[in-house]
């Protein structure tokens, strides 16, 4: 600053360029980073960025579309709509009636009951889009967004459209019965997966991009926001940006230099324009000091940000991963399983009464042998508790020897006596009830066997044409 041979309003020029570029530099980074509704031009200049917008909606009952109808023709209250512009809106279908019975219609005779019926498409652009104030502008973007669905999905399939003006931001909804190719409901043809939606929204942006529309960042993991969430953000206010305010402080008086009387007007004119440059680009360094720190602070929460991200999508892929390699592992136990026993599955819809008694017999069998194992089992735990309890016993009498009295000692041979005597009569006890058990289940089963036997002879049909022995012819000397 200062400098001699450099005019004045030259170096204002410059000063100028330097604190808007500096305010510039600020401003990308606050609009750029959090959001993307702003970008700059080649001159630094903000310029908003708009955004064509296509959400979708799977409904699976005639529950589903006629709540969704009965909203989009205000047939009930609707808060977010305002009543004075509601006659604007525009209905291929004059009735919600007239949408419901073409949608039944062009549906097939069977469906499944998981189906997704009918489609919702909601499309619309961002708020700020300049076509929302050019009335033809408005009209194309529909028009497009019309042919693109029915090309999409047929002109037969799309069923009914409507095009609201009474919220906040103008936006075409359309009702889509989702045939495919070879004339079946799947809906998965069109909606299946990361893919094909994000195929959809780029070829979407194709029809719609020579509007002034741009294409959200492909290959984002931001989640799909339904046609009820965006409905919500519809009528969120947009966020007011914020304003930069730089104060450059005036030139003290008592800062100025002081003019001697031999100066020419010129020459104090250029030392004063001196001085106030000089003290403004101190202001300016400070400011940009400033701007830098907040910088900076920007940049850390947005790398920091986007590092949570990358690990909570990282996270999510591995669980996702692991949760199909397990899906995957039971479906193919699933199928050994079937394979293993596909004579059985295949006895059993071939004869189902004899499949009923074997599966009687074989529960049986298996009833029998668990109660065999259970007093074997009964049997080891009860020999081991004996042993264990002479062993305590024996340490105790070791421990402490007393004399005991012969008398005393038989009679406590006595009681042990008893006691395996009483054990061993339990014993077999629990051995012939187990048996009278088992006899009574195989006479219950030979009864049942008899019985049947005796059930299917009593349905077949007697003989009554059998030939009665006739009586032996008398002789000569019988009376």
Request: with cysteine.
């Amino acid at each position: 600053m200062g400098v001699k041979g450099v005019k004045p309003h030259c170096e204002r020029n410059n000063l100028k360029t330097l604190v808007f570029k500096l305010c510039s530099e600020y401003t990308i980074l606050r609009y750029v980073l959090p959001s993307s509704n702003y970008r700059m031009n080649s001159d630094f200049r903000e310029v908003t960025v708009a955004y064509a917008i296509l959400r979708t909606a799977k409904l699976k009952s005639f529950g589903e579309i006629g709540g969704s109808l009965s909203h989009n023709y205000r047939t009930r209250p609707t808060p977010n709509a305002d009543l004075k512009r509601t006659p604007d809106n525009a209905h291929s279908s004059p009735t919600p009636f007239s949408a419901m019975n073409a949608i039944k219609q062009r549906l097939p005779d069977k469906t499944r009951s998981n189906a997704v019926l009918c489609v919702e498409y909601l499309i619309t652009a961002s708020p700020d889009w300049n076509g929302w104030q050019n009335n033809e502008k408005e009209q194309d973007f529909f028009k497009r967004s019309l042919e693109w669905l029915e090309k999409r999905h047929g002109k037969e399939n799309v069923i009914a459209t409507s095009i609201h003006r009474d919220e906040t931001t103008p936006h075409l909804v359309a009702y889509v019965v989702p045939i495919d190719s070879r004339g079946k409901l799947n809906a998965r043809e069109f909606l299946g997966g990361r893919a094909k939606l994000s195929k959809m929204q780029t070829d979407f942006h194709t029809q719609v991009k020579d509007l002034g529309l741009e294409r959200g960042l492909e290959g984002s993991k931001a989640e799909h926001k339904t046609v009820k969430e965006f409905y919500a953000e519809l009528q969120e206010p947009l966020p007011k940006p914020e304003k930069i305010n730089i104060n450059i402080q005036r030139l003290d008086v008592d800062n100025q230099p002081k003019s001697p009387f031999h100066n020419t007007k010129y020459e104090h004119g250029v030392r004063v324009m001196d001085a106030v440059y000089a003290d403004i680009e101190s202001q300016v360094d400070e400011i940009k000091k400033d701007f830098e720190i907040k910088l900076r602070e920007m940049q850390a929460d947005f790398e920091r940000n986007l590092r949570i991200e990358r690990q909570k999508s990282e996270s999510q892929r591995k669980a996702h991963e692991k949760a199909v390699d397990a899906l995957y592992k039971n479906v193919n136990n699933i199928n050994n399983l079937k394979d293993e026993y596909k004579d059985f599955i295949e006895y059993k819809h071939l004869f189902p009464e004899k499949f009923d008694d074997i599966a009687f017999k074989l529960k049986s069998e298996i009833k029998n042998y668990h109660y065999e194992q259970g007093l074997e089992e009964y049997q080891r735990k009860f020999y081991e508790n004996q042993a264990r309890l002479e062993r305590v016993k024996q340490a105790i009498e070791m421990q402490e020897p007393v004399k005991i009295d012969p008398t005393e000692l038989e009679y406590r041979e006595y009681l042990k006596k008893q006691a395996d005597l009483e054990n061993q009569q339990w014993i077999e006890n629990m051995k012939r009830e187990r048996e009278s058990e088992a006899q009574l289940q195989a006479y219950r089963e030979r009864k049942a066997l008899v019985d049947k036997e005796i059930a299917e002879m009593q349905k077949k049909p007697v003989n009554n044409d059998e030939i009665e022995p006739k009586a032996r012819p008398k002789n000569d000397f019988e009376p």
